[in-house]
């Protein structure tokens, strides 16, 4: 075993009632460093598994127990060197690796694209492993929203939905889920659904890639939006028992909670609770809005989930967000890149690659999606990526890898930690030279070019200098100190 690695035991247990909610699983890992106690999950067919994420190295002993079966299982493995970097978590304003190593997030969403086909699942993976996104958004639950209209492979409850011959005649706002007629059985999950996410979570994990896993969301015609409480919890444990283990794994409440007609303040708070009293790792956790911004300031917060509300102009507010609520700044949504016809998926990809540096600039962590109209959109499906901007992210990640963590010091003007670089950006401004006062340090200027992605030597400066510029605009200027 290697340092947050998953250990996986199967264990053949009862079946006998309902195994979900009869049986319990639990284990109890221990080393010279910590000691955890974690809960497992039935899978089908009479098989029980528990996972594990070891954090240090060195000789761990377990014992497996509960009402699963009459006995119990010890056993004894050795943990020698790490995978990767280990779990990410918030460190002030910032985000960085368990091992210290500091993470830039450049993410992207594809809401649904566990509930494709395999073909359409295979073909999301080999696009983000040609990529560079390190984060990707997604839900448990299908959705029913605009161009996603069509049921999912299979859904993650025993049960049949009901008819919905027709259903792509409707839109969101059309649609009544109060008479769904749906049949569900809530305490019996369909462990088929969960193991195409298992595939998929462990493939992101190959790949770098965060998985930032939506819990709740309100684009529903199924019935999930709105099951009573025993339900959401048993499928809170239930997800937590199964994925808490992989070290990439990221919560997020919900994507648009003030969306959630069934949901409450109390029911937010509520299943924080349950995640953080189930989740033995700590993995970070937040909830995302429409319009509300929730109260980052929760200590269970770790870090602001964000989607523009009023255009690129809420964009300016990232600094101040730092401000006030100490904690990393994600802007999960600000516009996508497409052609669709709903303001909120149809900018530019120049206009998408615009906002992404800006973020950065102001010291938050940017997102992206597409809406590329056709059979599949990657913002909801997956499948292929069609537009532009994404082909400049390696770029940009290039560059916040270089300069660090950034903090305002002027209108889209930053510095690093140390004060040892500026980053200048100018965005939709095109002028044809800029001045600077430098003082009597001497630092090195590079003319940025984000969309065509070239980094230009101008020489190294002190006092007051004169840069001409390529009159073009997406153009940054950074400067290092000598």
Known sequence: MKKWNIFELKLNGKTGGDPFTDNKIFGEFSNENETKTVSGFYDGDGIYRIRFMPSFEGKYSYRIFGSFSDEVCTGRFNVSGAAGHGPVRAAGKTIEYADGTPYYSVGTTCYVWTCQTRALR?????????????????????????????????????????????????????????????????????????????????????????????????????????????AD??????????????????????????????????????????????????????????????????????????????????????????????????????????????????????????????????????????????????????????GESHKRFGFLHKIMTECGNLHTVGYLTSENDDGSIKLRYFGEHRPSFITMKLGDERFRIEVIDTWNMTVEDRGVFSGNVKIDMPQRCYMAVRMTKE
Request: charged content about 25%; overall charge negative; aromatic content about 18%.
């Open 122 to 230: 295979e073909q999301t993976l080999n696009t983000l492993k040609n990529s560079s996104f390190n984060k990707l958004r997604f839900c448990i639950f299908p959705k029913h929203y605009d161009y996603n209209f069509r049921d999912p492979v299979m859904f993650p409850y025993e049960g049949t939905p009901v008819d919905n011959s027709g259903i792509d005649k409707f839109s969101f706002s059309e649609y009544k889920p109060d008479n769904d007629g749906n049949n569900w059985d809530f305490s019996r999950f369909n462990t088929e659904y969960f193991k195409i996410i298992d595939e998929c979570v462990e493939t992101l994990t190959e790949l770098g890639i965060e998985a930032d896993i939506i819990l709740f969301h309100p684009y529903d015609r199924w019935g999930f939006s709105k099951m009573p409480r025993w």
């Open 233 to 386: 919890d048993l499928y809170l444990k239930y997800v937590i028992a199964r994925y808490s283990a992989y070290p990439n794994v990221w919560w997020s409440l919900a994507n648009e909670y003030d969306l959630c007609r069934y949901k409450t303040d109390d029911d937010w708070e509520h299943y924080a609770q349950v995640v953080t009293e189930c989740d033995p790792y700590g993995h970070m956790l937040s909830v995302h809005n429409c319009v509300k911004l929730y109260d980052f300031s929760k200590e269970w917060v770790t870090h602001c989930s964000i989607q523009r509300q009023t255009g690129d102009k809420e964009l300016d507010f990232i600094p101040s967000w730092l401000e006030k609520y100490n904690k990393p700044v994600v802007i999960d949504e600000m516009c996508y890149e497409d052609n669709i016809e709903q303001d909120w998926g149809n900018i530019s990809g120049e206009e998408m690659l615009r906002r992404m540096w800006k973020v950065y600039i102001l010291g938050g962590h940017p997102g992206h999606s597409e809406c590329y109209f056709g059979d599949d959109i990657w913002w909801s499906h997956g499948g292929r990526l069609y």
